[in-house]
C-alpha cells in the first residue's frame, strides 16, 4: 500500500523551492521508499539479533591532548577579530 507524499509540503517545511517536474519526480522516490519500507516491516526478524556495530571495532577513541606551544590564548584568538563582544567573536546572523 503506497501513501502519497506531499512533495510541496515537504519542501516548504525544508525552505526549498521544487518545480512541478521534481516534485513528480520526487513523489515517486519518496512513494517507492515507502514501499520499500512497508516490505521491510513485514519481515519476522524475531530470530535475528540486534546489530549496533558492524566493524567489529572497539574504542577507536583516543584520548584529547593539548599541544601547548600550537594553542593560542584567548587574547591571541581574538586579537585580529573585527567584531568581539566579551570574550567572543561576533558574526553576523545566518538565520533569519
Not at 516490505?39 to 539479533?49: M, N, R, Y
Not at 540486534?50 to 593539548?66: A, E, P, Y
Request: charged letters at 25%; aromatic letters at 8%; hydrophobic letters at 35%.
Amino acid at each position: 500500500m503506497s501513501k502519497k507524499v506531499d512533495v510541496n509540503h515537504l519542501a516548504k517545511l525544508s525552505q526549498m523551492t521544487v518545480t512541478s517536474q521534481q516534485a513528480k519526480k520526487l513523489s515517486t522516490g519518496f512513494s517507492e521508499t515507502l514501499k520499500t519500507i512497508s516490505l521491510l516491516q513485514k519481515l519476522d526478524t524475531s530470530k535475528v539479533s540486534s546489530t549496533f556495530q558492524v566493524t567489529g571495532l572497539k574504542n577507536i577513541f583516543r584520548q584529547d591532548k593539548i599541544n601547548q606551544a600550537r594553542t593560542l590564548s584567548q587574547k591571541q584568538a581574538l586579537s585580529n577579530a573585527k567584531k568581539k563582544y566579551k570574550g567572543y567573536f561576533v558574526i553576523p546572523a545566518i538565520f533569519k
